[in-house]
């Protein structure tokens, strides 16, 4: 598995808690009308903002250990802009 792969998977994993989290924010605001069920939907909003966190700041390089996802959200980089590592690599 190379670096990208495992990077990409963790991307994918955030993603799908936040999709999740966000049609349980969907279903909780269309059936819970009662003020003490609606406290049930603060759990889906913390696991949505959760993911985003997640996958904004804490997946990382391998190697050096800096945030990498913003960069490789554009395609563009081939390799980590701060240590050269190439993300085709073996992780």
Same mark, same amino acid.
């Given at each position: +598995?190379?670096?990208?792969?495992?990077?990409?998977?963790?991307?994918?994993?955030? /993603?799908? !808690?936040?999709? #999740?989290?966000?049609?349980? +924010?969907?279903?909780? *605001?269309?059936?819970? /009308?009662?003020?003490?069920?609606?406290?049930? *939907?603060?759990?889906?909003?913390?696991?949505?903002? #959760?993911?985003?966190?997640?996958?904004?700041?804490?997946?990382?390089?391998? /190697?050096?250990?800096? /945030?990498?996802?913003?960069?490789?959200? !554009?395609? +563009?980089?081939?390799?980590?802009?701060?240590?050269?590592?190439?993300?085709?690599?073996? *992780?």
């Amino acid at each position: +598995m190379t670096i990208r792969e495992v990077i990409e998977a963790k991307i994918a994993k955030a /993603r799908a !808690w936040g999709i #999740g989290a966000w049609v349980l +924010m969907a279903l909780s *605001a269309l059936f819970l /009308r009662d003020s003490q069920a609606a406290s049930l *939907a603060l759990l889906p909003t913390a696991v949505f903002f #959760g993911s985003g966190i997640y996958a904004l700041f804490l997946i990382r390089c391998p /190697r050096c250990y800096e /945030r990498i996802n913003q960069a490789l959200r !554009w395609r +563009m980089l081939e390799a980590c802009p701060n240590c050269g590592v190439q993300f085709n690599e073996k *992780a």
